[in-house]
């Protein structure tokens, strides 16, 4: 008896938890829309891994790549971490531009980084992910681990699938991002799973900054 008993309370305090947390997100949400629905900037989101170190070629250039789409007059996006984030967020900083951070809580996650000037605090993946499509024209995905794929992935199928309005999607350094253009051609195109027309409809390579710049003006208009 006493086994169910304690099974039933287990059950009501799963159900009260589950329950409370659709507040905890609506909360989230709520907080996520004011604090960007007062930035009136058109912003590019700017991925990475946060495991470069300052002073490495990919920290230096996501660095010159904010620094200078916010000179042209675009905010700047970033997961407000560490590696290509704080190079994000310090490029749009010293530039005296707008520079936002969508930090997430993880465990064993640095803080966030010291230049963002706009900061939304998330504990949900899905939510954040949800703001870098809502507020971003554009995406600039820096080399990266699974988590950069998976902001590259989810903004490539929104798009593919027009559930969202198409925007640019660049791809920085080419050698990095080689092999998995070569499987997204010669796999996936030649077995029919993917059309080769919705790569070149979406994505785009840069090498330097300035082509990145360059390619983000013609198509993102202030």
């Known amino acids: 008896m006493f086994e169910l008993q304690q099974n039933i309370v287990d059950d009501l305090q799963s159900l009260t938890t589950e329950s409370w947390r659709t507040f905890r997100i609506m909360a989230e949400l709520v907080q996520g829309l004011e604090e960007l629905n007062a930035i009136k900037k058109s912003c590019i989101s700017i991925f990475g891994s946060a495991r470069c170190k300052p002073g490495s070629k990919e920290y230096q250039d ?13 905010g700047i996006i970033s997961g407000g971490g560490p590696g290509i984030m704080e190079a994000a967020n310090k490029g749009a900083s010293d530039a005296g531009g707008v520079s936002v951070g969508l930090h997430i809580h993880l465990p064993h996650e640095q803080g966030c980084n010291e230049y963002v000037k706009t900061r ?43 559930r969202i309005r198409p925007f640019p999607i660049v791809l920085y350094d080419s050698t ?9 051609r010669g796999t996936m195109v030649e077995r029919g799973f993917i059309d080769a027309s919705e790569i070149d409809r979406l994505v785009s390579h840069c090498d330097t900054p300035e082509e990145v710049v360059a390619h983000i003006s013609k198509i993102v208009i202030l």
């Open 120 to 162: 939304c605090n998330f504990r949900y993946f899905f939510l954040r992910k949800l703001m870098f499509v809502k507020y971003s024209m554009a995406y600039v995905v820096m080399p990266g681990g699974m988590g950069t794929i998976d902001e590259l992935s989810e903004a490539f199928v929104l798009a593919q699938t027009r």
């Open 62 to 74: 996501a660095e010159q790549i904010a620094n200078h789409l916010a000179q042209a007059g675009y």
């Open 176 to 184: 990095y991002w080689k092999g998995f253009s070569d499987w997204l």
